[in-house]
């Protein structure tokens, strides 16, 4: 079992910068490939950024690259998510979760924890 609680977020006007922290808790966290999601209301939860157990690899959805960085500290068992030049856009709550199943980095059933979410509000 994993325990994963998100915190960080907040309201912003846009082009400002948060910092998203994921803490860990359980199995051995630095074995998992860790993945950040948001979902805003009325929309499907979406695939933001994921990260290998080794910080070495990381992946990005489009609208986020270059803006957006994700790492992790696996002494501090923590995976964080910088935010950088934020939008209005970008107002969702943010999910961080640990991947365990074999399959794509981007689908949300191959995750099997998931933190309970914190707000990001962007406003223009």
């Known amino acids: 079992q994993v325990q994963l609680v998100e915190s960080g977020g907040g309201l912003v006007q846009a082009g400002d910068s948060l910092r998203l922290s994921c803490a860990a808790s359980?199995?051995?966290?630095?074995?998992?490939?860790m993945g950040w999601f948001r979902q805003a209301p009325g929309k499907e939860r979406e695939f933001v950024a994921v990260?290998?157990?080794?910080?070495?690899?990381?992946y990005y959805v489009d609208s986020v690259k270059g803006r957006f960085t994700i790492s992790r500290d696996n002494a501090k068992n923590t995976v964080y998510l910088q935010m950088n030049s934020l939008k209005p856009e970008d107002t969702a709550v943010y999910y961080c979760?640990?991947?365990?199943?074999?399959?794509?980095?981007?689908?949300?059933?191959?995750?099997?924890?998931w933190g309970q979410g914190t707000q990001v509000t962007v406003s223009s």
């Open positions: 979760a640990a991947k365990t199943r074999v399959g794509g980095v981007s689908a949300s059933g191959n995750y099997d924890y």
């Open positions: 359980g199995r051995t966290f630095s074995s998992f490939t």
């Open positions: 990260i290998r157990w080794n910080g070495g690899n990381t």
